[in-house]
């Protein structure tokens, strides 16, 4: 540690990743090191960054890459470990954490580094993104996890050009991991919702399958895709995904919420979009609170109407 | 065999309201409860007790004044909850809690499941599994979306990022289940009666556990943290009435304004 601090990163994901490199430049100027442990069979722009550490290892195992890092950690002694926030992220981190005594928060929005203490603040999302909570750590190691697109660097970020010291590296894991015995990938929607320049985004409002029809023809009209709450998906499986704090982020120009009363964990998928609409039939639904726009109506007899009006009125969405 | 099922005394996030003016979060009178993750939690406890005719029994970090919260989970079918008062009062970093659980497992061995939720509702910042897993050395099936007792271990479905993944593990061992994977079932007035004849057995830090709590403070790695709400800027802009049609060209209009719609060209 001391006064060139250094920052170790890992995340599977590359993109996520380069982010965190991004992050990392951008606290430490000129001065620290950032390390990386680089994802398996992933090549690393190592003018980037000034260690990576490749394995060689197949073992993909949180137990795997918890004991890889605390290996990395050993070389580099860094004053910030940084992991990307995926499922598997959040088993490899707290792991880390424990295993070398160090502080350790989630959802990491923010943190400072100071040069010479190696002292850490952090600011990271809490109660499902409806706060934040600004961490000042004792001094000594932290980790933290960040999900992708939290830790915005600018793009633009300086990245000297480095030569990266490279080593392999190697760790015992000890046997208590689980066996793996089968795996079968996820089904996805095809709906590329991250693109979307709308999103029709509906909630238990909408009681049954056969109801989806009167959206598609709101969603037809303003070039949407459709989405949708949680218990949708999980309770009533009318789509393999859904949007909010376990789910999807979209950012879209439009997200109309259509029978979605709006809470915190839901909103937080979709409270980046530029403009919200939503229709409720219940005028204390907190979604009016969220919204730049809302209608108190019942949703089936306002959405016609509005599909008739957009029409006689000849709108279409702006980007068409 | 023995479970033991971890419970978080949550708060009940979708209460917490924010000060527009001030960001100030308003947590004053937002309700605590056994929190919806880890009813789940208690679900999944509960077959599995069924499957092998285990004991079950749930520790849950808490106010001693929270007793009465523990009645649905002990009518579920759990056999007695061991409630440890709670001396930070909600308010432990989540290093401190596990140190907290570890001995309480530890005081109840031999346990052969642990369970508990990928998260809790109100942290959600998905540690406690993966931190017990290091001081108690014992594998981790974690985001369990279906157990099965197999060979003497467990075999568990994992709902990963991107698949699903089937993994065993011989006994003793831990779970985390996945949110929604376990709905808790309804109980009846008999079930209820019988929880009634049920314990709840409130433990203290330093009697029961042998902890002391300056050392927990001082394992504490966090020095100091603040809160502020997350206020959103939203126009808030409500149209109600009875006019259906002129609800829609208001809204219309609006998106119109907000550069979402054009009109004809
Ligand atoms: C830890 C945790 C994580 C979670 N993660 C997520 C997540 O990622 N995503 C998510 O979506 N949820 C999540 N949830 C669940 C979330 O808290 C809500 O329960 C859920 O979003 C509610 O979905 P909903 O709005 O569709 O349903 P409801 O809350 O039931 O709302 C339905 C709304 O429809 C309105 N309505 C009914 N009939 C009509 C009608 N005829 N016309 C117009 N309006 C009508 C009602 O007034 C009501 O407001 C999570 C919960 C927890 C505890």
Redesign the pocket.
Known sequence: MGDKPTILIWSEHPALARELVGAARQALGPGGDVALLAPTGVAVDIRSVDVVFTTESADESPEAWAALLAAAVSQTEPALVLVGATKLGLQVAPRLAERIGAGYAAWATGFTLEAGTGAVAARCSLY?GGALAYHQFKPGRVVLTAAPGALTAPADAPSPERIARQSTLTAEVDGIAPTVIGVRPKATSAARLEEAHAVID??????AEEDLALIESVAALLDGQLA??????SDRDWFPE??????KKVAPELSL??????????I??VRDSRVIAA????EN???FAQADVGVV??????LPVLVERIKARGMRPAWQ | MNIVALVKYSRD??EIKVDPATSELRTAGVPERV???DKNVVEAAVRLKEATGAGLKVIALAPATARDSFKDVLAMGVDEVVLIEDPFDGEAEAGIVVRLLEAAIRKLDPVDVVLCGF???DG?SFQVGPRLAERLRRPLLAYARGITPEGGGLRVEQNLDDRMQTVTAPLPALVSID??AFPPRRTTLMDALKAKKKPVNVWGIETELGLSRADLESSARIADTRLTGVVVRRQQRVLKGQDLGAMADELIDALEQAGVLKGAA
């Open positions: 499902s509906i909630g238990q409002g909408v009681k949708c709450t949680r218990p949708l998906s859904w949007l909010g704090l376990s789910g919420l259509i029978g979605v009363s709006g809470a915190i964990q839901h937080v998928g229709v409720n039939n219940d639904a907190a979604i109506a019942d949703l089936y007899a306002f | 996030v979708t929190g919806l993750i998260a809790s509702d959600y949110e929604e």
